[in-house]
């Protein structure tokens, strides 16, 4: 975060807002894996640097978001095999999603925490 941000959110409780802005990572990633395929469709593979294609919906049925401690939230996705679509194996180019919905949320993220700290 940048550090204007940090220095004005001394002594704030910004936790709502952070846990509403992985919120919205999280619909943004289940709505990246969700475009390409869903349960009861023949499952096709994405391609290599593309959000990986649903295919039984557990793995956005894994993903989450909460917080831990104040002023702090995670997304998350539980699936172990979430983190080689994310960012691939050796036999696997990457399929990321969770990385490229946090980046375009960024913005709107960095927003509501200025709003939040002006009160």
Do not use: C
Not at 40 to 45: C, E, S
């Amino acid at each position: 975060m940048a550090r204007h941000l940090r220095e004005g959110a001394k002594g704030k409780d910004l936790t709502n807002v952070l846990l509403k802005a992985a919120d919205r990572v999280r619909t943004d990633y289940i709505d990246r894996v969700n475009e390409g395929g869903g349960p009861g469709k023949a499952h096709v593979p994405s391609l290599p640097g593309q959000a990986p294609n649903t295919d039984t919906g557990r793995l956005v049925g894994s993903a989450g978001s909460q917080v831990r401690k104040k002023n702090s939230a995670e997304t998350f996705v539980e699936a172990e095999y979430a983190v080689w679509l994310e960012f691939g194996t050796d036999k696997m180019a990457p399929r990321p999603a969770l990385g490229p919905a946090f980046d375009d949320m960024l913005p709107h993220i960095r927003e509501n925490i200025r709003k939040a700290i002006k009160g």
